[in-house]
């Protein structure tokens, strides 16, 4: 016998809003250094191993804990631990807005990034124990998707404005109110959830777990810029083979800390491979069209970033869109393909663009990012859904564990290509300089004549743009390849619609 499930109220709608500011600012996070790294080098004076670990250790913290934190949300309440995050976020914020050295700004991104690998998984953990209506869970998921792809394209045009008006240290100051404001209201309108079934939490996992990712997306991050490496293939080869010991631990541990029965659950598997999938949809293109914006057309960053916002209007509607399609009865399969679809259509527009396609690039930005952001909020509702509620930090955990690794892994595979295309596209007789990246070519460009300086310049953003153009056709291929096993995987599969079990959340609701 099934019953209605409870229905979230006014208080539940406002729980979310407080929850979507951290995970806005956790998600501005990964790019808000874009434009305030030159002041930063300028005030700090870091070495240039000290300014990438500046830009790069809070991506990599936040990547390494993902699972660590989803599985420890479980087992001593996500509240919690989303609180415990909240605090250490803010506090670090603080230090790095007046870090006086380089090493105190490394260590407080460090700790930023332990506290976003805390506030992410618990975020949607908590948004799927709120709302145990299917409708409404699915309406709460799209708009906590939107918000975190939203905050990755406004990273970078907030850290541009604060830094033009303000010091570099206002781009962390900012996400002091917000944590406040999550601390404050955190107790009175989040319900307290865990699991009802804990056990021994499983210590030597969390090494092995960041054995396995950090390797894999530091070598992965490396290859666009500076080719395949042997040091940074070995990398990504020894990631994997601590991968294969993590998930043989997970299959033998009394208590693991990723449930092999998660994977067992009927969906749970193809969303989180396709989620996968459409994350290095997503973040591949960025990394043509952020320089196509700067160094082929010639904006400064900030209007570069101020353009590159507009793409994200459409990413306002594709996630509620998919949301109406999918509860007026259309297949969950047939919406997933279609995203796929619309977003290969993005690479196939974007594959068509010139030196000079301002309102081409932007319009396949729009389209890329509207039919991702469809696939995605489709695939996280599947996941969490299909997950049993007591999981439900931990299925979080794998679903943004993929997003990180789509993502690394699309830099390295369209990164290469564009790579390859640009080096192929590029006068024999340029010098080596200008040979191995448009930004090196634009240099050497402005220290020739200048007739010689202009041609070098020309060719250079012709070969970009001719890369741009392969990795955009790459691009489309695996997405349309995509389409057809998400129809056929995600055929037939529903949401859960029974009442979750009240041992599941606190009765007290604080």
């Not at 039919?371 to 999981?391: F, H, R, T």
């Amino acid at each position: 016998m099934t019953t209605n499930p409870p229905r979230a109220g006014r208080r539940e709608w406002t729980a979310l809003a407080v929850l979507m500011l951290p995970l806005l600012l956790v998600s501005m996070d990964v790019s808000v250094l874009y434009f305030a790294i030159p002041a930063i080098s300028a005030d700090l004076e870091p070495s240039g191993t000290q300014q990438l670990w500046i830009f790069d250790i809070y991506g990599f913290v936040l990547a390494g804990l993902l699972m660590t934190m989803g599985s420890l949300g479980d087992r001593i309440g996500r509240r919690r631990l989303l609180l415990i995050g909240a605090a250490a976020f803010g506090a670090a914020s603080l230090v790095a807005a007046y870090a006086n050295s380089a090493e105190t700004l490394i260590a407080a991104r460090a700790v930023l990034g332990i506290g976003g690998a805390t506030l992410m998984p618990s975020t949607m953990a908590l948004v799927r124990t709120m709302f145990t209506d299917p409708a409404q869970r699915a309406k709460a998921i799209g708009l906590w998707s939107a918000v975190m792809t939203a905050g990755i394209a406004l990273g970078s045009v907030m850290s541009g404005v604060l830094v033009e008006y303000f010091w570099w240290g206002s781009v962390f100051l900012v996400n002091l109110p917000a944590m406040a404001l999550l601390l404050v209201l955190g107790p009175v309108l989040l319900p307290e959830s865990r699991s009802p079934r804990t056990g021994r939490f499983d210590l030597p996992s969390v090494p092995l777990s960041m054995a396995a990712i950090l390797p894999v997306v530091y070598g992965l991050k490396e290859i666009p810029t500076e080719g395949w490496h042997v040091r940074y293939v070995m990398s990504v080869t020894v990631g994997l083979l601590f991968a294969a010991w993590f998930v043989h631990r997970q299959r033998t541990a009394a208590f693991p800390l990723i449930s092999p029965a998660l994977f067992r659950g009927h969906g749970f598997t193809p969303a989180v491979v396709l989620n996968l999938v459409s994350s290095f949809g997503m973040m591949g293109s960025t990394y043509f069209t952020t320089q196509y914006l700067q160094s082929v057309l010639d904006k400064s960053a900030l209007v570069a970033a101020l353009w590159a916002l507009l793409p994200s209007v459409l990413i306002g509607f594709a996630a509620p869109l998919a949301m109406r399609l999918v509860q007026r009865g259309v297949e969950r399969a047939h919406v997933v393909a279609g995203g796929f679809v619309i977003a290969a259509a993005g690479y196939g527009l974007l594959a068509l663009a010139g030196t000079d396609s301002l309102w081409l690039v932007l319009a396949a930005c729009g389209i890329m990012a509207g039919g991702i952001v469809a696939v995605m909020s489709q695939l996280a509702d599947l996941a969490l859904s299909s997950a049993p509620v007591e999981k439900a930090g931990a299925a979080s955990s794998l679903m943004e564990t993929g997003t990180e690794f789509g993502g690394a892994l699309s830099m390295a595979v369209l990164g290469s290509v564009g790579t390859a295309v640009y080096h192929h596209e590029m006068p024999a007789s340029a010098p080596d300089a200008a040979r191995e990246t448009l930004a090196g070519a634009l240099a050497v460009a402005g220290q020739l004549p200048e007739s010689a300086g202009e041609a070098l310049a020309f060719a250079a953003r012709a070969a970009f743009t001719d890369g741009m153009r392969g990795a955009a056709i790459a691009g489309m291929i695996l997405l349309l390849a995509a389409a057809v096993p998400a129809a056929r995987a995600l055929r037939g599969i529903r949401v859960r619609e029974n009442a979750e079990r009240a041992d599941q959340v606190s009765p007290s609701g604080v």
